[in-house]
């Protein structure tokens, strides 16, 4: 398949991550990123105890940990989806509240994250590893573009070996 393309050149593959449901918050110790801001100096929202426990006060189901069950079922199904579509997999690793995945530029990038998270949605669900109202994943997702050789690799390593000890 032909590459993906912006307006800055050929995208060769993406780096999708996207989260459980209620995992990482506004106001979380990691930071977090406010998607609405035109600002670029004010899309990091920094560590808020308050603004976090706000947050966690919106919920309106449990947060979701993925356990080896879920995590098996969910990166099947997404491994499956990819084949599937023949989208190349460079680096998978689901980890208990969020999913990295190194994908070839095969469509645009929210066509892709939304599929995939829409087949391990379904699985998981259909395999009783959620009730059907949970939701399971977060809203959106990030998608970075992959446009060097060098850079491919670098994703692939920090998907693979940077995550963490194996779960």
């Not at 918050?25 to 990091?44: A, C, E, N, P, T």
């Not at 069950?69 to 199904?77: D, H, K, N, Q, S």
């Not at 990295?100 to 998270?117: C, D, F, G, I, Q």
Request: glycine share 6%; with cysteine; proline share 7%.
């Amino acid at each position: 398949m032909p590459p993906q393309a912006d307006e800055y050149g050929p995208i060769l593959a993406y780096h999708l991550t996207f989260t459980s449901y209620g995992t990482w918050l506004h106001g979380d110790d990691r930071g977090s990123v406010d998607r609405k801001s035109k600002d670029i100096d004010r899309k990091y929202v920094p560590p808020n105890p308050i603004l976090h426990e706000y947050m966690e006060g919106q919920l309106k189901h449990p947060k979701v940990k993925l356990d080896a069950g879920a995590r098996r079922i969910a990166r099947e199904a997404i491994e499956d989806y990819c084949n599937f579509k023949g989208w190349e997999i460079h680096a998978i690793n689901v980890r208990t509240n969020h999913v990295h995945l190194v994908v070839e530029a095969a469509e645009p990038a929210s066509r892709m994250l939304n599929a995939v998270k829409a087949r391990a949605t379904r699985i998981l669900r259909e395999e009783k590893a959620f009730p059907p109202d949970q939701p399971i994943w977060t809203e959106r997702g990030n998608k970075g573009r992959i446009r060097s050789e060098r850079s491919l690799k670098r994703a692939i390593k920090y998907v693979l070996e940077d995550q963490g000890p194996d779960i």
